[in-house]
């Protein structure tokens, strides 16, 4: 799957990180996104504008480039402010390479740019599904068929198919033709005959598939490495992982079916250095609900239970490569993992837990961003502080402070009379406050 960037965008739609690539426009020195009279720009940590604002919203990518928006139009520029895609497309997606740039024009036909600025494909497709990391391959629908073309819109092979997924690691494309799944290949070949029900991306060397309802998993050959046994696959293999519902229970398996990690949750996610997100269901009574319903009983009332005594309440942790929660499911919210700790909230109380388990700061503030360079700001009431690791404070923020976002690149965003700006370690103000927002500094190229 791709990332997407799209018009009416309230925030990206997280499908699938990026991996980086390497286009020399894209300079690696610190930039941060700041916003005045609601228009974005953007800043290094002099302060000094490399774009300047205006743009409805910029966000830095992981692929080096900066997406933006601007009014109902989305494109891409270098971190230098050059144009990579012109600012007039409706979507834009992205595969998992990062190396190419899919666009969707206003009368709902496709493009591709590569990371350049190259227009690779003109924008004449009525989709576009897939291209590989070189930018050499593309699939394309046209009408109600998919087909694979060159950069020059030539076809690849004679095959067309019913729908055409994306490359994935193997540089195999799950593709289907009156409802057989199977591969092809980027020269048009069918790599692996359509002969499944179904058929899941490739990851970490094997792929779902299905056979008379249940799934399995095949290696890129095709081969049969794990017997069709599973009701679903929740998600494909990671770090040598897949989450699925086996016949023994849901949970993780190995590369050779085993069940290694039995657990029972709500949701399953993929392993990410060495940990995996989860969320647990758990009912929990509302008391008063059921003393008022018990007391209705007693007065002579006859109805069915009110609908709110028994609470939905999900919560969320992290357990470990052992199946050991390293973050207990009781937290009702848990962040990604920033500098190796997880900020986590209960009730209306923020705190903190590191992946290896070692630290644990108990949810007691009211207010908490993520840790960078070891550090995090949290809200205690009275005012701001710096906290480490292990909860002790390193330096309370002045009275002034208001708000406090992510250290990085030893600069801290802060809040002050209504007018965001920097500091540095030693709580100096090292770029005047003169900012609407102001968000962290980010060196990714």
């Known amino acids: 799957m791709m990332k997407r960037w799209q018009k009416g965008l309230a925030a990206a739609v997280t499908v699938m990180a990026l991996w ?57 520029l270098g971190r230098d402010g050059a144009v990579i895609v012109p600012v007039e497309y409706l979507t834009i997606l992205i595969p998992h390479h990062g190396k190419t740039y899919l666009v969707e024009n206003n009368e709902a036909h496709w493009g591709a740019y590569d990371n350049s600025g190259q227009l690779l494909l003109p924008v004449i497709y009525d989709e576009i599904t897939a291209v590989t990391e070189n930018n050499d391959c593309f699939a394309i629908r046209q009408g109600t068929e998919y087909h694979l073309v060159k950069r020059d819109g030539s076809q690849i092979g004679t095959e067309t198919f019913d729908y055409i997924g994306e490359f994935n690691e193997e540089e195999l494309a799950p593709v289907r033709k009156k409802d057989k799944w199977g591969y092809i290949n980027a020269k048009g070949q069918i790599a692996i005959a359509l002969q499944y029900e179904g058929a899941k991306d490739f990851s970490g060397g094997l792929a779902a598939v299905k056979q008379q309802g249940s799934w399995g998993f095949i290696d890129k050959l095709g081969i049969m490495k794990i017997q069709p046994q599973f009701s679903e696959v929740f998600s494909g293999f990671s770090e040598s992982l897949a989450a699925v519902q086996s016949p023994q229970g849901k949970g993780y398996i190995d590369k050779h079916g085993i069940l290694l990690l039995p657990r029972d949750s709500r949701y399953l996610g993929p392993f990410k250095n060495g940990v995996a997100e989860i969320h647990e269901v758990k009912k929990k009574l509302n008391v008063w609900s059921s003393l008022a319903y018990g007391a209705s009983i007693a007065l002579g009332s006859i109805g069915l239970p009110p609908k709110n005594a028994l609470k939905s309440n999900e919560k969320r942790g992290f357990i470990n490569r052992q199946g ?32 290896d388990g070692k630290n644990d700061i108990s949810p007691r503030y009211l207010a908490m961003r993520s840790f960078g360079e070891g ?37 801290l965003p802060v809040c002050i009379g209504g007018k965001w700006g920097y500091m540095n370690k030693e709580g100096t103000v090292v770029i005047a406050p003169n900012f609407g927002h102001a968000g962290s500094f980010t060196d990714k190229n």
């Open 324 to 355: 050991k929660e390293i973050v207990s499911t009781s937290f009702d919210e848990v962040m990604p993992f920033a500098d190796d700790m997880s900020v986590v909230r209960k009730d209306k109380k923020w705190g903190a837990i590191s992946r």
């Open 20 to 76: 980086g690539c390497g286009d020399n426009r894209l300079q690696a020195e610190p930039l941060a996104v700041v916003q005045e009279n609601d228009l974005c720009g953007v800043i290094n940590t002099q302060g000094k504008f490399l774009v300047p604002l205006g743009y409805d919203r910029i966000i830095p990518w992981t692929n080096g480039a900066l997406m933006v928006k601007k009014g109902d139009n989305c494109g891409v």
């Open 375 to 411: 550090v995090a700001a949290v809200y205690i009431g009275s005012g701001w502080q710096i906290i480490d690791k292990s909860g002790r404070t390193v330096k309370e923020l002045p009275a002034e402070v208001t708000d406090a976002g992510v250290m990085s690149e030893g600069l």
